[in-house]
């Protein structure tokens, strides 16, 4: 999967557990601050994420995850 | 079974005659087991294993009375069994929080000196260290039901140190707080779960005496107050616990129905969004929150009592045990209040701080005199640092804060000093006040505007280093000096 479809799914899982519209959402985007994201909210999303790459995250990689590119560096290694 | 409950006020009590007699056959608790499956256990066979542990404790330690126990890991059902099986061995356990970085955890743990710490063995990012540090004294948590079950006693005194929590200081070393079984088990006594308002909305709805189980469920972690005290108040009423996971809050929640859920603001959040959106499938049977460790905004809390669900607050700290305020009241005037007076607790307010004494009290900070005689006065008041008012029927509500600690959504407390202190690692930074801005930890910095893009920087990587809830999202750039008071303290509002 390249880095468009990756991002293509965070964005509708981003639509779907915060309610943050498409446009919003760019690989800058920093998690709990453009898209001001509670922690509670980023675990549901890594949770969809794990759910739809079949993949399990480990616990000390959710601190790399600052920004929306963060999440897809990470996802392309495992499912790229 | 039913709405009746069975107050007893010591552990042993609630296990030799709640756990083993009157709920024996019920779900006591549920977790996701290794297998990915929902395993149940009743609380006959979560008795058993609480007294299994016993058993394995004394194998380790000998005579385990007052010996310090470390409980280091995520919610697991070893971890709940432990929990009550260190109280029943009239040991003093310490769970710690393993989101922490390793300068506190170890902190914490050479203050402590424990004579064992029971863990998960997961990959965190300080378990080199630990090995090296604490090695001789781990035992994995799994292992504390695998041993012959053990005669239970009666505490030798209730009122003894039992448990050690610690707390976020306003300078930055966290505190032991010290409290003892009693300070918990009154208030379940007493009922801070509002078991009656609940039994009254049951009724209402329908539920019936013979077949009425609350199933109870809670993300939260076992080291904090909110969760370890509803370990130890559900079985008073035969209510079950589901153990869920933040990482997997909705599955969990899925596989294991609950009525009742604890809840912090950020949580409450994401259910009323479930709610608005028409997306009750999401959140099972679910109607009663149990709301706690941080301010919940009334816009929210109405918007769910408006769907049906029932809120129930409580406001307290470690340092009260599980005492505090309760509120129960659904009306538009009161449901964003602290709450009302509980009978084992007293109360004022001092030049508008709120000061609270009582059996629930902590027995002070561990080894810690200084920081206790700062909190409690001579005459036994805890100043809570936070501002009240009360109004004329009886509900306090809180105004603001005398100590200088962020309290956020996930109920998180943080110290302003201790990432200032972090913050002070950058050399673009000429000085920083950190503070809650809106729901978000910020700093106003102030640095040379051409360095602001390398201050930046600096906290998306400092940021990377810690817990999703300690980082720093808003910030505000000054040219000139931060404002100072009169006496030249930076000033924090």
Known sequence: MNRTEIMAQIVGILEDVAEISPDEVTEDSVLMDDLDLSSMEILTIVADLEETFGIRIPEKELRSFVTISDLIDYLSTRVG | MGFEGHRVDTVYRLITENMEQIYADLPGLRYRGADEKIVTVTFGEYAQDIRRCVGYITQKLGDPRRKKVCLLGQNSYPYAVAILGLLAADCIQIPLNQY????????????????????????????????????????????CTQAPPAQLHEAE???????????????????????????????????????????????EMGCKDETFQLNHFSTLPLFHIAAYANLLHWPLYGAATNLGDARSFYQDLADMPSESMAVVPAIAEMLRRDILRNRRDKIGPLWILMCSSAAFSRETLLDLSHHGILIIQNYGMTETGSGGLVNEAQDEKHIAAAGHTIPCMEYKLEDGELCMK?????????????????????????????????????????????????????????????????????????????????????????????????????ITQFNRTLPLYKRITAVDFSEGPLPRNATGKLLRT
């Open chain 2, 100 to 143: 922490k970085r390793w300068e506190e955890l170890s902190y914490e743990l050479d203050l402590v000196e424990p004579d064992l710490i029971l863990w998960d063995g997961a990959s965190y990012p300080w378990r080199d260290q630990l090995l090296a540090r604490w090695g001789g004294k781990l035992l994995p948590l799994e292992e």
């Open chain 2, 157 to 203: 005194d209730p009122r003894a140190l039992s448990m050690i929590m610690f707390t976020s200081g306003t300078t930055g070393r966290s505190k032991g707080v010290m409290l003892n079984q009693w300070s918990i088990m009154i208030t379940g006594r007493d009922s801070i779960c509002s078991w009656e308002v609940a039994v009254e909305r049951a009724k």
């Open chain 2, 358 to 458: 009582g059996e629930c009290l902590m027995l002070g900070y561990y080894r810690n005199p200084e920081a206790t005689a700062e909190a409690v006065d001579a005459e036994g008041w805890l100043h809570t640092g936070d501002l009240a008012r009360v109004d004329e029927d009886g509900y306090y509500t809180i105004t603001g804060r005398k100590k200088n600690l962020i309290i956020l959504d996930s109920g998180e407390n943080v110290s302003p000093e201790e990432l200032e202190g972090l913050l002070a690692g950058c050399e673009a930074i000429r000085e920083c006040v950190v503070k809650a801005k809106g729901k978000k930890i910020g700093a106003d910095i102030c640095c040379e505007p051409g360095r602001q893009e390398e201050v930046r920087a600096y």
